[in-house]
């Protein structure tokens, strides 16, 4: 808090860099200035790889994919009208190239599964692997829905931004972000309350 | 009646439980839904389970990005840029043989003659004024402008002077292309009026007789033959050398003059 006052950005954040200063960069980076894009990249590669990794399941394939997304952005910048949405366009990217990722490989989250299972064999604990099962159920869940419930979905539930802090990001109006993350939980819990109730029993 | 408070006020704390959760409600809206939760063990329940639900999301371990991955990313950056570099040179080499190009092009388009129909007429007339008799058709673009436009005057009909001037019914024009069947006056060695045209044959008889009515040109040349005297309005050389200014009849039919001058038409050619 008392860094945000003084202006410091919080680190690892999307929402705390000025949303001009992004725009500036993106504008410098369609015209071709590699420097500018690799600020841009210094500023949402934790995030875009984290929201890799939460949809693949695996930090090789995560970065892989995190690269090939930001390839896709340098060469498609000159294409994006609004570049202050530069952030939600980039997490859009790497949600399809996740989904292209996965269309190539098979159903990787299945086999991540089965993967995970065997993998942590007999050094892993039997908490160690119901996690890794947990957690493949839970990307095999995230990848059923809607590019954009994905989206919000993570930047609420999982980097934890305020409801303005994505408004924002996404570059749309608080309200909006209500009635999308409300329906993107409802979506989610549709799916998870079984799997919900099965590995977290009543108390 | 308490059941259907109830229900009403589980939908309402339905809409509102994500902002509840999330502590984005004001003071009052969350100290309603909180009595709610404690007077409805549906609802509590559920908020349970949906508390449960978004903990199973958010669990999960966070990733740092590779050690290499800026330096790798960095390198395929710049052979994008360096591509990008190239095609727009590319690009820009070629808009720039491309335009001078174009507006030669255009410039060439806009210098040459109207339409395609007036270029045999162009060339016809150029054959015969300017060079003389030929034994082919002239090339129209090398036509010096104002034989062109003569000839294409000619052809249209501009000005309807009554000069005595030779017109031509499209004899040799294959009956496929004319249609129907062209009316020429059939000459009489006493006078060569239209009247009582006939319907020639394609032999060309007809036009060596209709020649031979009229008066003989100052210079003579001979009738030239060329590829595209099969237009209706052919004009013979010599008379197209002794008046060039001089433009043709309209190639419609005309009515009759009040005075009883026949005028000179498609199919007639001499004023009586």
Known sequence: MALEAIGVARPDSIASVAPTRVEALAHRAARGDVDAFDELVSLHAGKVVNLAFRLLGDATDADDVAQEAFVKAYRSLPRLRDRSQFTAWMLKITTNACRDYLRRRGRRDEVGLDEAINHAGGDATAHVVEQQETQARIRHLMNTLPQKHQIVLYLRDIEGLSYDEIATTLGCTVSSVKNRLHRAREAFRIRAMPYVDEVLPWE | MTETMSRTECQGFAALVDEYMDGELDPRLRAACEAHVASCPECGQWLARARRAQELLASGPRVEPGRGFRLALRGRLEVEQL?????????????????????????????????????????????????????????????????????????????????????????????????????????????????????????????????????????????????????????????AQTAPATPAPPLVRPLPAPDGVFAAGRDTTFEV
């Not at chain 2, 016809?124 to 402008?145: I, L, N």
């Not at chain 2, 009247?195 to 008066?215: H, K, R, W």
């Not at chain 2, 210079?219 to 010599?238: E, G, N």
Request: aromatic share 2%; charged share 20%.
């Open chain 2, 83 to 239: 591509r990008r570099r190239r095609r727009e040179r590319v690009i820009r080499s070629a808009a720039a043989f491309l335009a001078p190009a174009t507006v030669a092009a255009l410039v060439l388009v806009q210098h040459m003659p109207a339409g395609r129909d007036r270029l045999p007429e162009a060339s016809r007339v150029t054959a015969s004024a300017a060079h003389g008799p030929t034994t082919g058709p002239g090339t129209p673009w090398m036509a010096p402008p104002q034989t062109a436009d003569t000839g294409a005057a000619m052809v249209r009909g501009a000005d309807p002077a009554p000069v005595p001037r030779l017109v031509v019914p499209s004899v040799n024009t294959p009956r496929s292309r004319r249609g129907v069947a062209p009316h020429i006056p059939k000459p009489t060695p006493a006078a060569a009026s239209p009247e009582g045209p006939t319907t020639s044959s394609d032999s060309g008889d007809g036009l060596d007789s209709v020649l031979e009515a009229v008066p003989a040109p100052s210079v003579h040349a001979p009738i030239q033959f060329a590829a595209d005297r099969h237009s209706p309005s052919y004009v013979t050389p010599a008379l």
